[in-house]
Every structure is written in C-alpha cells, then in structure tokens.
C-alpha cells in the first residue's frame, strides 16, 4: 500500500507541475509586448483551461485574468467572448466564479466590451438557480449600481430588467429603487441608459406597479433637459401604453409634451411611431387626441418631421373615419404635394396612393387621382418613382374607365422619363395595365411604347422590356406576339447599333419558351442563324447560347440539318469565346 500510495503522490505532483507550467506560459503570452501573440493566447482560454482543470481556472486562471484586464479592447472583447465558454468547464454549481472578470469588463469604457460582458453576465444569471441568483448577481448588481464610474451604472441599467424578472418581491422592490436612482444620475449616459432600458423593464411589471413606481420615472426622462434622453420616451411610451391602456392621465400628458417637444428629433421620433401609438388606443383617442396631433406633426417646421408624417398617413387614416381623413388630412396633404423640400414630396408620394382602397372609388377619384398626376410631372425624379411604385393600389379601386380617362396619359409620358428608374417602373406596371385595359385598347394605346422600349439606350430597360413582352404574350396569346412582337425582333436584328442586335437575341431567348414550334422554326432560328455571321464577336457568341436554348424546342431532325451546321461553322471562328460557346452547344445538341 505505501508503494501504491507514493504513485498517486508521484503522479499527482505531476500534474500540479504540468499545471503550473500552462498557467505560466500562459502567464508569460499575456505579459509580452506583441499584442498578437497576446490576443493568441485569449484565443486559446479554453484550451488553457482544459489542460488546467475546473479547479485550477477557478483558483488560478481567472484571478490572473483580473490583473490583465488593463490591455487592449480588442483583447477584452476576445476575454469576454472567451469566457462564456468556460460556463461547462467549471461546473454549473460554481458558474459565479465567472463573475469577477466579467463584471470588471462590464465597467470599461468602450461600448462593444461592456455590452459582450453584460450578455455573458444575462447568460451565466438564466441558468442559475434562484438561490445562486440572490447571493451572486444581486449583489453584483447592488455593487454596480453603486460604483463611481458611469460605465458601471450603464451597465447594471441593462442587467436590472432580466434579474427582476426572476426575483422575489423584496428584491423587485430593491432593483427598481435602483433603477429610479440611475434614472435620477446627474450623467445624462446613465439616464440615457436606463430610459433606453426602461420599456425592458416594463415588460416584466404589471400595470399597477407601473402606474406606481416607474410612471414618475418616464415622466422624468421624457422631460430630461437632454434630447438624446427625451427621444427614448417615445418607445417608452408605447411600451407603457400596451400595458396600461390609453386612459391615463399622467401617460396623456407625457405623450402630449413629446407630440410638441423642442428638438425636433424627439418630434420625428413620435412620427416614425405614431402608428404603433395609434394602434394601441381606441377609436375615440384616435379621433380625439392622435389625430390632433398627428396633424400638427404634419405642418411642423421641419422637413424631416413632415417627411416622417407622411409616411405615415395611410397607416393613421386606417385607425380613423373616412370623413375625417376628408376634412383633416387631405387638406394638409394638398398643402404637402408642393412641399419646398423635394423628399417631403418624396415621402408623400410614397404612401398616398395607400389611401384609395381606404376612401373608395368615388373619393379616390376626387381627391386621390388629382394629387397623383400633379405628383407624377414632379421634378425630382424619386417623386415620380415613388408614385409609379404604388399605383396599382389606385388602379385597383378606380376601374378601367377612370383609369383611361384620368392616369393612362400620365403613364404614356412617363414612358420616355429621363430617368431610366422611372422608365423601368412603367415597364413592370404595363403587363397590370394589360390585364386591365384588355387586347384592344392596350394594343392601340400602349403596345408601340412596349416595342420601343426594346430599343432604349439603357442595357436595364431593353432587359426588363424584354421580359415584359414574355408576360404580356402570355396574357394575350401568339397570335398578338406574330403581329406587334415579332416584326420588331426582326427589324432589330438588322440595327446598325450592336446593341440593339444583342436585344433582338435576349427578346428570342425570352419568347421561345411560350411561342409556338412554327414560330420557332420559322421565324426565330432563321433570324438567330443569320445573325451568325456578324462582326462583332458578343454578337456571335450569344447566338451559340441561343441555339442552344432553341434546339430543346424543336425536333432532332431539324437540330440536325439547321441548327449544328451554323454552330460547327463557328466551332472555326476567329474569337475564342465564340468557339468556346459554339462547342458547348454542339455538346448540347449531341446529348
């Protein structure tokens, strides 16, 4: 037995040794100059760790990583990350032991450390036990909140929410006499944080504790003399009106004050969410108090506050009556539609074609129609993109009289808009117009600007015009494609302009797929072979791939006798590509 004895001794005197030779050189990595060989070996904690032992990294590693906290962010980051994946290694019992290193992190200064450490700090706290949670993190937080620097209290503003969740009432009561207290830090970046945090906290509260404890606090922060503090109210008060209702008085008046604020950040911050606000009230709020203010936002001073309300008009209209749109927001919309500010009108032209499913056919014909085709001859270009964007909406509601009548002149201009955005718009609404207007009118009225727009200066347009006559002879049939398609395919193969060929391919390679075999033999690999022989190699090459796509289509009888011939002859060409492309679709052929 003392012989066996004195071996377990040997071997465990081993160990300690080998121990005590990783934490050194670890030691050692982390004490050099190189910051790389330093970031290296964070890289490798884990590793560290493991050869250490859970015992040793709690005794040991993780003292040591508190006397070198003082180092690089980069390398703080990495300690942090590095650290969440000791959790298993030392034991769920002793997951605290974590603690120390991360909550010196949480107090540095650069933002990205101390966030990474309060998300290890959240991690390590959901997976303890209620006890674990009283003894370690509570006090963590209780020190945190009371330390000397703001990085510190920024940091328990974040932890405070998620550790109330699962604490008892004594402790709930504590945590938010402690976030009250933050909320009051004469350094705005802590207010800053606990207002940004306080709608997180709301979610774990009922609403009489809410009305209680934390409505004089939001009240505070909503009047904070900083703009940066105020303009978190708005998602405050969203978050306290999902739980305490609209019928508060003490949350009226604060919304009310944030509506007016002086900055006019706070006022575009309540735009963006007006809807949300809206939504959580009732019907009488809406028409009573939201609307009010809404309107005000409308006309305010800014522009970027009445490019922010007009983004929103349809979705208030939706939560009001139609007579009160009619007297209450249309006219400040004629007023918007000559804005001086070109994204204001950018904005509303964005939304306003949103209205017509909610006023109706009638109303829409009135009041909607008129404000689009001034909005459509705007000068700024995203003006008129916007509208296009959105015009189906109209076309929807109006019906096809109203829309020949009043929108399709319109659309015929924007055809030949100098932006080709615009142009490109107008060719994807031209197959809704289609289906619309029917064979006959579409065809007198529209199928010429259809062709011409294959021959547009811009490679984009002639592509979606392309694809757009493939959507329009499905709707219509073949037999419109050999009459209004077809000719123009021909008579731009035969362009001077190289591209305006190369569309004449593209327009074959999108229309084979639904024509008929006679139109395939007898129009569309007639004119492909003959283009086989033009002088610019583009040219050439993508007849290959052309051909290659039309002999799926046709019989191997005529693959045989028209198609390999033209492609063998330029298996010869004096360009590459082209020989390259021309031996692929002969191995095509011949599968």
């Known amino acids: 037995w003392a012989h066996i004895v004195s071996i377990i001794v040997d071997q465990i005197s081993e160990m300690a040794g080998e121990q005590e030779e990783v934490l050194q050189i670890f030691a050692d990595e982390m004490k050099t100059e190189d910051k790389f060989l330093r970031l290296n070996a964070v890289r490798n904690l884990s590793v560290v760790a493991t050869a250490l032992g859970g015992e040793a990294t709690r005794e040991h590693l993780l003292p040591f990583l508190q006397e070198v906290l003082d180092d690089d962010d980069e390398i703080l980051l990495c300690i942090a990350e590095q650290v969440s ?73 974040e932890i405070i929410p998620p550790v109330y969740s699962r604490s008892d009432n004594e402790t709930k009561e504590k945590l938010v006499e402690y976030f009250k207290n933050l909320a009051e830090d004469e350094i705005p970046m802590v207010r800053k944080s606990a207002a940004n945090e306080l709608k997180n906290l709301v979610g774990f509260m009922n609403k009489n504790d809410i009305v209680e404890d934390l409505l004089p606090t939001y009240h505070d922060l909503a009047h904070d003399d900083q703009d940066s503090v105020r303009i978190l ?97 249309l006219p400040i919309v004629d007023k918007l539609k000559v804005d001086e500010e070109k994204y204001v009108r950018s904005a509303l032209a964005s939304d306003i074609s949103n209205l017509a499913p909610l006023l109706g056919g ?93 021959g547009d200066r811009v490679f984009s347009v002639r592509q979606a015009a392309s694809e757009n006559l493939h959507t329009i002879t499905q709707l219509f049939g073949i037999p419109w494609a050999n009459t209004n398609i077809i000719p123009k395919i021909q008579e731009l193969a035969h362009n001077s302009n190289y591209l305006y060929r190369m569309t004449s391919l593209f327009t074959v390679s999108t229309l084979c797929a639904i024509v008929g075999p006679e139109e395939i033999q007898g129009i569309m690999i007639p004119l492909v072979v003959n283009m086989a022989n033009d002088s610019v190699p583009n040219i050439r090459f993508n007849v290959c791939k052309t051909l290659q796509e039309l002999s799926l289509l046709v019989d191997s009888n005529y693959v045989q006798n028209e198609i390999k011939p033209c492609l063998t002859q330029l298996l010869e060409d004096e360009d590459r590509d082209v020989r390259y492309f021309a031996s692929l679709a002969l191995q095509k052929c011949n599968q």
């Open 85 to 157: 994946n000791l959790t298993e290694l030392v034991g769920s019992e002793n997951t605290h032991s974590l603690l120390p290193v991360l909550e010196s992190l949480a107090s540095v200064e650069e933002n990205i450390v101390r966030a990474k450490a309060v998300e290890v700090i959240i991690s390590i706290f959901e997976e303890m036990d209620s006890e674990s949670v009283n003894s370690h993190i509570f006090p963590l937080v209780t020190r945190m909140v009371g330390a000397y620097w703001f990085t510190s209290k920024k940091s328990a503003c």
């Open 233 to 329: 109210g708005v998602n405050n008060s969203t978050a306290i009106a999902s739980v305490v209702g609209d019928d508060n008085e003490a949350l009226i008046t604060v919304i009310t004050d944030l509506f007016k604020d002086k900055s006019w950040r706070v006022r575009y911050a309540m735009a963006e969410k007006v809807d949300v606000l809206c939504e959580l009230c009732s019907p009488q709020v809406r028409q009573a108090f939201v609307l009010r203010r809404f309107m005000r936002l409308m006309k305010d001073s800014e522009a970027e506050v009445r490019a922010a309300s007009a983004r929103k008009i349809s979705a208030i209209a939706k939560g009001i009556s139609v007579e009160s749109v009619v007297e209450n927001i």
């Open 362 to 454: 009638e109303i829409c014909v009135q009041r909607i129609v008129p404000l689009v085709l001034e909005l459509l001859k705007d000068e700024f270009s995203e003006v008129r993109f916007n509208i296009i964007n959105n015009l189906d909406e109209i076309t929807n509601i109006i019906g096809i009289e109203e829309l020949a009548q009043n929108l399709l002149h319109a659309i015929v201009q924007l055809a030949e808009d100098p932006q080709w955005r615009v142009r490109i718009k107008i060719i994807e609404y031209t197959p809704l117009l289609a289906s619309l207007l029917g064979e006959t009118t579409f065809t007198e009225r529209l199928s010429a600007l259809c062709i011409a727009w294959l």
